[in-house]
């Protein structure tokens, strides 16, 4: 399939972000056909390049970090250089989004930020992933998967009582960030069809968890009860006699007359 013929096809991204937030975005808009640039660190490059052990042509190539950066050219830059900055805002000029997932302000202390990206490349939309956004007490903190589901309420809904706080053992908050900054940026790239000019874009993991519950949020707010449907009747994992193991979801008021007739 030609570039032009994908969905992205001729939009350029520079893509300063690592891990998980950022690349799951960045991703994303590869396989939808983007032209996606990563820069990275020289020597140790994204940071889930070292998860398992020290830097070697193996480790820097592990499943994590290939499971996010498929469809991009990487390179190295030392941003923090002179001779790198002016490599970085030649690209910029080319570019059409620039995404970071550092804390707010690093991309403005490095010289990247929106207003100093803008005044070279009008067109520029700069797209950021934080922990708790740019503003507010948490601005600064850094923010990761597990203290998101913390702070959001989702590591407490767990349908054993005896349990209080349970770890999903998947990176939920970073995917959840990840495609809600994705929609940021497509909706930004069609403002931009009718303006003329980029914009900022931002997205926190705290916020999209809180997104990810806004029936939750409406039914604390209408009738003062916690809505957790893993804990309904009914609803949850069961063994049976046989050594099996069932999955019910039954969200009906009365579904015992389904379950019956299913059984018989």
Not at 62 to 71: E, G, K
Not at 135 to 140: K, L
Not at 186 to 204: F, H, N, W, Y
């Amino acid at each position: 399939m030609s570039e032009q013929c994908t969905p992205l096809g001729g939009i350029r991204v520079i893509d300063f972000t690592q891990v998980m937030l950022g690349p799951c975005a960045t991703q994303m808009l590869g396989d939808f056909g983007a032209d996606v640039i990563k820069i990275e660190r020289p020597g140790t490059g994204d940071l889930s390049r070292n998860f398992f052990g020290e830097p070697s042509e193996e480790a820097m190539n592990n499943a994590v970090f290939a499971s996010l950066n498929r469809n991009k050219r990487s390179v190295t830059i030392d941003t923090k250089s002179e001779e790198g900055r002016q490599q970085v805002l030649d690209l910029v000029r080319t570019a059409d989004v620039v995404t970071d997932n550092f804390r707010a302000g690093v991309m403005d202390r490095l010289g990247f930020g929106y207003e100093a990206l803008s005044k070279i490349n009008p067109r520029i939309i700069c797209a950021s992933g934080t922990g708790y956004g740019p503003t507010g007490p948490y601005a600064h903190k850094g923010g990761q998967d597990v203290l998101a589901q913390a702070m959001s309420g989702v590591m407490e809904k767990t349908q054993d009582p005896s349990i209080p706080m349970s770890i999903y053992p998947t990176t939920l908050c970073d995917y959840s960030a990840g495609m809600h900054l994705v929609q940021g940026i497509l909706a930004a790239l069609l403002m931009r069809e009718k303006t003329g000019r980029g914009q900022q874009v931002g997205v926190s993991l705290y916020d999209s968890m809180i997104a990810m519950q806004m029936q939750e949020a409406a039914q604390w707010s209408k009738h003062s009860e916690v809505l957790n449907w893993a804990a309904m009747p009914l609803t949850g994992v069961f063994d049976t006699t046989d050594g099996a193991i069932v999955v019910v979801g039954a969200f009906k008021v009365n579904p015992l007359q389904d379950i019956c007739a299913a059984l018989e």
